[in-house]
């Protein structure tokens, strides 16, 4: 009798252990969708852990962006993440049960789910859907947005931009230009351009008074292609975009922007030109000004510049805050877009790039993109304060 207990209690252990083991579905990744990018070294079903690498791009450039779909996950379990390869996150990655509002994962390489399914990526994605879908509700929220297509790719797609200014006479109005991504793996930028646009269109009292002062352009990404088929960019052959303002450019969104901007330039109507990327999580927390022979500068150009920043460095409240750190391109890039500014440009013109962290600050409460959103918006403050003068 005891034996036949025990031979029935081992039996109910091995169906409760294969119960167990049918919960567990078979995890499986897709990246195939816009921005997706992974190529899986393995799936191990036991440990829940995935293996894989940023894809590596045909032409070349940075093997870091990645961005993918888990099935298969039984609510509550843990995923375990194993990047090979490129470059792997030192801080934390972000991740999203519904693909579309996204957390801080609680470890680089670990996240507790508490769905059947679930995104990942290096950080909350921005794709070409995201920058039109800004720049038409811009156009909808006020008569002062007007979206419009700045060209269309290399590869027929287009790059969509926002122009912003109070209906009227506006001839006469100065101009301010931004763009972002031109390093296709450098979110954060999207995202701070993102945030520029909303706030433009607010109903801020400073906003409404840059509208009624300015032309305000604003480009959230200009390399389009490699952003759509999730790849890096930086540094691809014959070179990435923000290597490429050169007189004869490679790239279709750069050619756009300078024959958009020369005429401007011809009348004296820019004053502010800035070029938004951003670092990998292991370059700090506290935004960057970069900018060609600053030490060199003539008084008028130091002058502009350094009035802009003190501006930016009060308007920063935080998350995200300017210290003055200003950094000089390296003569090896010479042809960034802010070394074609400065060249292009008289003395009175502001013109760089801004460095802007994608690691959130250790006090920071809040969610990726949520610090970049209110960047945007104070930066925008900032540039109101810059062109209304002392």
């Known amino acids: 009798m005891l034996r036949s207990s025990s031979v029935l209690a081992g039996l109910l252990l091995f169906a409760h252990q294969l119960a167990l083991g049918q919960e567990k579905a078979t995890l499986a990744v897709d990246a195939k969708f816009e921005g997706g990018a992974a190529q899986v ?21 940075w093997q870091t962006w990645w961005y993918f779909k888990v099935d298969g996950i039984t609510p509550g ?3 375990k993440l194993k990047v090979a390869g ?29 769905a059947k399914q679930a995104w990942f990526a290096w950080y909350a994605p921005y794709v070409t859907a995201q920058a039109e879908a800004v720049c038409d509700w811009a156009e909808k929220q006020s008569p002062a947005a007007k979206k419009f297509e700045l060209c269309r790719s290399e590869e027929n797609r287009p790059v969509w931009a926002v122009k912003v200014t109070e ?15 031109q390093h296709a793996w450098e979110v954060g930028s999207s995202w701070t351009a993102d945030g520029i646009i909303r706030w433009l269109v607010s109903d801020d009292p400073a906003a409404q008074s840059l509208r009624q002062r300015a032309i305000v ?37 750069v050619q756009a922007s300078q024959d958009l901007l020369q005429p401007l330039i011809d009348d004296r109507r820019l004053k502010v030109f800035l070029d938004l990327h951003n670092p990998g999580y292991d370059a700090g927390r506290d935004l960057e000004f970069w900018c060609t022979g600053y030490k060199a500068f003539v008084p008028e150009r130091k002058q502009k510049s350094d009035a802009f920043l003190k501006i930016v460095r009060g308007e920063l409240g935080g998350p995200i ?3 003055g750190v200003i950094n000089e391109s390296t003569p090896a890039n010479a042809f960034t877009s802010g070394r074609w500014a400065l060249a292009k440009t008289q003395a009175d ?4 790039c801004f460095e802007i962290p994608v690691a959130a600050p250790k006090t920071f409460q809040g969610q990726p993109p949520d610090h970049q959103l ?12 810059y062109l209304a003068g002392p």
Not at 217 to 234: A, E, Q, S
Request: aromatic residues 8%; proline residues 8%; positive net charge.
């Open 77 to 79: 379990e843990t995923i």
């Open 41 to 61: 070294v393995d799936i191990d079903q036991l440990k829940r852990m995935i293996a894989f690498r940023p894809p590596v791009p045909a032409n070349g450039g």
């Open 321 to 323: 805050v300017f210290r």
């Open 349 to 352: 013109v502001v013109a760089g």
């Open 217 to 253: 352009y604003v480009v959230p990404i200009m390399d389009v292609d490699n952003v759509f088929k999730g790849l890096g960019g930086k540094e691809q052959r014959p070179h990435d975009h923000n290597r490429d303002w050169s007189a004869k450019p490679v790239w279709k969104s």
């Open 86 to 114: 490129g470059q792997a996150p030192s801080d934390r990655p972000a991740f999203s049960v519904d693909g579309k509002t996204w957390k801080f994962m609680d470890a680089k390489d670990a996240q507790k789910i508490d």
């Open 374 to 385: 209110i960047l945007g918006r104070e930066l925008g403050r900032a540039l109101n304060l």
């Open 167 to 181: 209906p009227g006479d506006s001839s006469k109005r100065p101009i301010i230009w931004i763009h972002a991504r």
